[in-house]
Structures are given as C-alpha cells and as structure tokens.
C-alpha cells in the first residue's frame, strides 16, 4: 500500500498507538482499583465482625452474672433481661428484648445492638425452641 500524503500515515498511526496505549492504561487502572476495592471490602467485615464480636462478650458476660434460674427464665421467652430482678415470670412491661452496646476503638465508639429476632412467636425460631439473636451495627457510622 503506497500512501501518497506521509503526514496522514504518520497520524494515522499515532492514533492507532494512542488508542491502544489508552486501552492498556484503563485496564491497569480497573485491575488497580479493583484490588484496592476488595481489600476496603475485606477490611470493613473484619472490622464489622470484631464489633460483633466485642458486643457478643458484653451478652455473653450479662447473661454470665444471672442467677441459673434467671438465665432459664429469660431464654424460655427469647429475651434479653427482665428490668424486674425477681426470678419469677417476668411482665411484658418488664421484658428488655434488645441490649445495645458501645464499643470504644480508635478514639470513636461504635454502637451495636443485639437483639432477639422478633419475627415468630416470642422470636422462637423451631420446634427445638432455640432463639435467634441477631447483631446490628449503628448505620451512620463508617466501620473503620
């Protein structure tokens, strides 16, 4: 192919290069980003998860100091505590169904709340009358 115009072939191919040159840097770019993404991600439910885990040993240490038969009492009925301290059955006045806590890390404290699901009857979830205690992060606070 002869071409009769050199300046046209030479721009011609300098697009021809700066298309393909731009291809490339947009691919670095994505896989960059990508990478970066996924790491944010990760970063993020590890540090969901250490909330959860930090507001899982406050319940756990609650539900530590009950007497057994006040333990007994509020896991038959999918509570959290009975704001009456008597062992007997507990009014629904008095039932406490959800337990909030506030987790101090990196000079920011961080509320979660753990809470019987309520979905069901009294949140029983089976036949095997287990509970389902769920965990929730305070939405308008970046994790971390």
Excluded at 54 to 77: G, H, I, T
Excluded at 84 to 89: L, N, P
Excluded at 97 to 125: E, H, M, P, R
């Amino acid at each position: 192919m002869i071409f009769k115009n050199k300046k046209g072939a030479a721009l011609l191919q300098v697009l021809l290069v700066t298309v393909i040159l731009a291809g490339m840097a947009t691919m670095l770019l994505r896989a960059s980003l990508s990478r970066t993404t996924a790491a944010r991600k990760t970063r993020r439910t590890v540090s969901a998860q250490m909330l959860v885990n930090s507001c899982m040993a406050q319940v756990n240490n609650m539900w530590a100091a009950k007497s057994p038969e006040m333990f007994a009492r509020d896991m038959s009925q999918c509570i959290m505590y009975c704001k009456d301290a008597s062992t007997g059955t507990c009014p629904s006045a008095q039932v406490e169904k959800t337990y909030k806590c506030n987790i101090s890390l990196n000079g920011q404290t961080y509320a979660v709340t753990a809470a019987f699901d309520s979905s069901g009857t009294d949140a029983v979830i089976n036949s095997d009358n287990k509970c389902k205690l769920t965990y929730t992060i305070e939405s308008n606070v970046d994790v971390m």
